[in-house]
């Protein structure tokens, strides 16, 4: 956590920015340890470029989740009669998620403070998130684990007349009970015609033998996601099945082994 705050600090002080407000909960995650859904409320991670404590900006009712998950500086809470943006000390310069922070949020800090100056961190934070510790490697690894074993009991329970959504339900069902608190996103099961969508909605439709079922989902696992993408077939599939499959698989595989660490992207 410190070398995270450190490495961001640095950036930050070396582009002549005076604080930073970090305002995703993904992002305040990576930087502190404490994971808050705030819904509609506020939450912030300010970051000061000098001797200045960092400092959580959260939900009153949130404030000894912070301090369980190990976050020793500053802590405001605020209630849901007081305005959290009136609790940023005055800076010169700011540098904010410009892909997060709403507008109505941006306008709010540019009337408490007229000359504030604004810029946006989306940049360094990513180059920083790019590069991965042993430890983020490890949760990586495990959420996809568990995303293979999601395919596995997607796949355990079909069977001629089970619907979409019954699939789905059995695979979050046992993910919880493996100790998975929620999905990466909404898990597309689709039977059939409907596994030609690879973004359809899962619904009633039920299984019959020689359908294709595409299977779409992911779960979050200590603060990462994992998102896998398979495709099987109930019963024997047919020559064009067939192709298409093998097609999509040898352009996979060709993918994969053109992969070399350390190339960039051209």
């Known amino acids: 956590m410190k070398k995270r705050l450190d490495q961001l ?12 407000l970090i305002t995703s909960t993904a992002n305040v ?40 998950a190990g ?6 809470g605020y209630e849901d009669t007081e305005n959290p943006l009136e609790k940023i000390p005055f800076v010169s310069s700011l540098a904010i998620e410009e892909d997060h922070l709403i507008v109505a949020r941006y306008n709010e800090l540019k009337r408490l403070q007229p000359s504030l100056s604004l810029s946006s961190i989306d940049g360094a934070l990513l180059a920083l998130r790019a590069a991965k510790d042993d430890e983020e490697i490890v949760r990586l690894q495990e959420a996809a684990e568990f995303a293979d074993i999601a395919v596995e009991l997607g796949v355990s329970v079909l069977r001629e007349g089970v ?8 695979i979050e069902s046992e993910l919880k009970a493996k ?13 059939g015609p409907n596994a030609a969508n ?15 079922v595409l299977m779409d989902l992911g779960v979050m696992w200590k603060g990462y996601a994992s998102d896998i993408t398979r495709t099987v077939f109930f019963g024997e599939p047919t020559s064009a099945h067939r192709h298409v499959y093998e097609t999509v698989l040898e352009a996979n595989e060709a993918g994969i082994s053109a992969c070399v660490a350390g190339d960039q992207i051209k």
């Open 198 to 212: 690879p973004h359809g909605k899962p619904g009633t439709s039920t299984l019959k033998r020689g359908d294709a």
């Open 29 to 68: 995650y990576y930087l502190s340890d404490f994971y808050c859904n705030p819904k509609e409320r506020f939450l912030g991670l300010l970051l000061y470029t000098d001797e200045r404590e960092p400092a959580i900006i959260c939900p009153k009712m949130e404030t000894s989740l912070a301090i369980d």
């Open 71 to 76: 976050w020793t500086h500053d802590i405001i």
């Open 179 to 191: 100790g998975i608190t929620k999905m990466s996103f909404d898990p597309v099961v689709l039977f």
């Open 9 to 20: 600090k640095q950036t930050s002080k070396s582009q002549g920015q005076e604080a930073v």
């Open 163 to 170: 619907s979409e959504l019954e699939v789905i339900a059995h």
